[in-house]
């Protein structure tokens, strides 16, 4: 297993000329991995749901990055029809991503549905970055070594997906249904790696989670003992989003990364650390789970990926 001893940000080969498409770019995780690629010449169009508070992050990376060139554009990928204008004005203005960091999420809040009627963790995490990675997958194929960074969690590996009750309508649980959309993520994350190897596409589909961060992810939408538990009694435990985002980053700009890899901490349980190749659940990369989802995932957004199926 790969050992990434004590890699930092500052380690990110220089990124001048590269573009990425970072999604929840505005706060935790995604500003914290905007930061760290702006740093080294990055372009970074921020891809947020709220554009307020992608110019408020904008301001706030400029303050100590001057020369930063970055970009902030709207998206909400709980809804199909953000998710492909998004798409098309990036195609239209001729944009052309090498790295798309599949990075935005919302962690168990109560049972929600989409104006499509599906459950909401599962649309924000897993079908909107599905989606809109099959919208740009044709650009990321024309860019300098392109990859697509899916960020999952340690919580895929004690998941299952509830195929015979997707919505939650019998019984929802909001971790149970988060857990679910993490092993979406890592499912996905997979499947695509697989599908990309048979095609012979030159893109890297690689997956990173950011072991136990101090993010808003924990206060925004959890409620009752999720939010006690995560929002406040575990948070001194927790790393800073520069120290959580250090997997991800490995993922978007090391040399050594191969495509279906998972980076994660390298400390006790994953929870924290520098980054190194970790385990996939055995679940994330059974085949049949794969097709099955990715089957589901074209019918419930209406994007089909141009890749043969893998073998």
Do not use: C
Request: hydrophobic share 40%; charged share 20%.
């Amino acid at each position: 297993m790969t050992s990434q001893k004590r890699w930092t940000a500052d380690q990110i080969p220089d990124q001048n000329g590269r573009v990425f498409v970072i999604t929840g770019a505005n706060s935790g995780l995604g500003l914290a991995t905007t930061r760290a690629l702006a740093r080294k010449g990055a372009r970074v169009i921020l891809a947020v749901r709220d554009e307020a508070k992608g110019r408020r992050a904008v301001a706030e990376v400029t303050a100590g990055e001057s020369g930063a060139r970055l970009e902030v554009r709207r998206l909400d990928l709980s809804d199909p029809e953000s998710v492909r204008a998004f798409a098309d004005r990036l195609r239209s203005d001729g944009v052309r991503p090498d790295v798309l960091v599949n990075n935005a999420g919302v962690m168990a809040p109560p049972r929600t549905l989409t104006a499509q009627g599906h459950e909401l963790q599962f649309a924000a995490n897993h079908l909107g970055h599905f989606a809109l990675t099959g919208l740009l997958l044709d650009l990321l194929a024309d860019g300098d070594d392109p990859r697509v960074v899916t960020v999952t969690s340690t919580n895929h590996r004690q998941a299952k997906i509830f195929f015979d009750d997707l919505t939650g309508e019998r019984k929802y649980s909001p971790m149970g249904y988060y857990n679910q959309s993490k092993l979406a993520n890592a499912v996905f994350g997979w499947e695509l790696h697989r599908r990309l190897s048979a095609a012979g596409s030159p893109v890297r589909s690689v997956l990173a989670h950011p072991g136990y961060t101090s993010t808003n992810l924990q206060t925004s939408a959890p409620v009752g003992m999720v939010k006690l538990l995560f929002g406040r009694l575990l948070l001194p435990l927790a790393q800073s989003p520069e120290q959580g985002a250090l997997p991800q980053l490995y993922a978007a700009t090391a040399q050594d990364v191969r495509g279906g890899e998972l980076f994660g901490p390298d400390g006790m349980a994953e929870l924290r650390g520098a980054p190194k190749q970790v385990e996939l659940a055995p679940r994330a990369s059974d085949p049949e789970t794969g097709s099955r989802l990715w089957q589901l995932s074209e019918e419930l957004t209406a994007v089909r990926f141009a890749l043969p199926a893998a073998a």
